[in-house]
């Protein structure tokens, strides 16, 4: 199974590079990164935690699905755990496909897929010394 | 005897260990895994109420129940991205 999560940087030219497939028109990326601010407050940096052999699978599972259900051609998702300064590339996603039209909704598909259901956490380190787990998504049980 | 192993994720670290174990004659639901660990920390009940239940493999439906000894995983509210 390929690993979806990591500890290193994640090299943004290498990730898009791998979508840049002959029979594709279209690569959309998107990159979520560590902002300085929050609910109104000045944020230090951001450390991640997962559930990494559940979240490779459902990461897997979405990719899996979004091909399909969007007839795109490559998806891929990366995501970081640990501690990330400002700036870092959190998560990246990106797809190619023929047209732009389907790459741009499966990567949207993914993204919200992947806040919203993979067991990944985020812990923010505020300005003022305090430090928080984000209350994340609401599930249906 | 059966054993249910929980492990915690996140904010529910703050509640409780990494990991604890439930004790059970014969099976048990998510419903109630989930009593038990109001009931060991209520300080976390509506943390543990939104928090899904999984194994390694895949999130359990709330009404799964448990036949026999298993790790289970306690996954608080994805604040991933």
């Known amino acids: 199974m390929n690993n979806f999560i990591t500890n290193e940087s994640i090299d943004l030219h290498n990730e898009i590079k791998k979508a840049g497939l002959i029979s594709c028109g279209a690569v959309v990326h998107f990159s979520g990164l560590v902002r300085n601010h929050n609910e109104g407050k000045p944020v230090l940096a951001l450390e991640y935690e997962a559930f990494q052999p559940l979240a490779n699978k459902m990461i897997q599972e979405i990719l899996d699905n979004v091909k399909e259900k969007f007839s795109i051609q490559y998806a891929s998702c990366i995501h970081r755990i640990g501690r990330l300064e400002l700036g870092e590339i959190a998560v990246i996603v990106v797809t190619s496909s023929s047209h732009r039209k389907e790459c741009y909704s499966a990567n949207q598909y993914i993204i919200d897929k992947v806040k919203h259901e993979i067991p990944i956490w985020k812990r923010e380190f505020f300005a003022d010394g305090t430090i928080t787990w984000s209350k994340g998504c609401e599930h249906e049980h | 005897m059966l054993q249910v192993k929980i492990d915690f994720f996140a904010a529910l670290k703050d509640h409780f260990k990494e990991s604890t174990s439930i004790e059970f004659a014969e099976k048990l639901s ?6 038990k660990l109001k009931s060991l920390q209520p300080s976390a009940i509506d943390l543990i109420d939104s928090s899904r239940v999984s194994t390694e493999e895949e999130i359990l439906e709330a009404d799964s129940i448990i ?9 608080p509210p994805s604040s991933g991205g």
């Open chain 2, 30 to 35: 998510i419903q109630e895994i989930k009593s």
């Open chain 2, 67 to 75: 036949q026999k000894s298993m790790n289970l995983y306690l996954l």
